[in-house]
T-cell receptor
Framework: ETGVTQSPTHLIKTRGQQVTLRCSSQ?????VSWYQQALGQGPQFIFQ???????GRGNFPPRFSGLQFPNYSSELNVNALELDDSALYLC????????????FGPGTRLTVT | SQQGEEDPQALSIQEGENATMNCSYK?????LQWYRQNSGRGLVHLIL?????REKHSGRLRVTLDTSKKSSSLLITASRAADTASYFC????????????FGQGTRLTINP
């Protein structure tokens, strides 16, 4: 297992609500990336944080936002939840300059009803 | 959008047989990586092959990369029931944000 942890494991929210997902990076890793994985699909890149700043973003609307803290942990916030936001949200940490090998957490399963 | 496609989408073989999965991608890459995912859990990194490498081995895994055809293959030899999982290839592009671009995966089932 990697040293990346995510909380909570599962979450059920109602359409229109807001959600915050949390991730703790593997020790020594300075970069955190978030991915959304719909059922039966490959993960899709949401955004990446390096030294507390957004360092790249995929094709996701602004209601998906994030933070990285000085200890390199991170949060993913999603506002105005939609049914299509139901997915597995994966956090991955890495060390910049190491070929971008990613260490993934177990994920948070979000269900929007 | 997904970068590439994996083939086949699903593969079922007997324990002890070899499993081969293929991946194609669209743009120039810095490296290509293979990941395994068990039952909707987190992904586990298996192997990374750089764009200037053609073949790489790790235990029972063998990965090839053909940049002229923009394709890669993952071979698992002497398969075990524990190898049952989904396998994804992911690319890191030369330019742009340092991110993994995943294919849709191959669902591998090893029958005892």
């Amino acid at each position: 297992e990697t040293g990346v942890t995510q909380s909570p494991t599962h979450l059920i929210k109602t359409r229109g609500q807001q959600v915050t997902l949390r991730c703790s990076s593997q020790s020594g890793h300075n970069t955190v990336s978030w991915y959304q994985q719909a059922l039966g699909q490959g993960p899709q890149f949401i955004f990446q944080y390096y030294r507390e700043e957004e360092n790249g973003r995929g094709n996701f609307p602004p209601r998906f936002s994030g933070l990285q803290f000085p200890n390199y942990s991170s949060e993913l916030n999603v506002n105005a939840l939609e049914l299509d936001d139901s997915a597995l949200y994966l956090c991955a940490s890495s060390l910049t300059g190491q070929g971008f090998e990613q260490y993934f957490g177990p994920g948070t399963r979000l269900t929007v009803t | 959008s997904q970068q590439g496609e994996e083939d086949p989408q699903a593969l079922s073989i007997q324990e002890g047989e070899n499993a081969t999965m293929n991946c194609s991608y669209k743009t120039s890459i810095n490296n290509l990586q293979w990941y395994r995912q068990n039952s909707g859990r987190g992904l586990v990194h298996l192997i990374l092959i750089r764009s200037n490498e053609r073949e790489k081995h790790s235990g029972r895994l063998r990965v090839t990369l053909d940049t002229s055809k923009k394709s890669s293959s993952l071979l698992i030899t002497a398969s075990r029931a524990a190898d049952t999982a989904s396998y994804f290839c992911a690319t890191v592009r030369i330019q742009g944000a340092q991110k993994l671009v995943f294919g849709q995966g191959t669902r591998l089932t090893i029958n005892p």
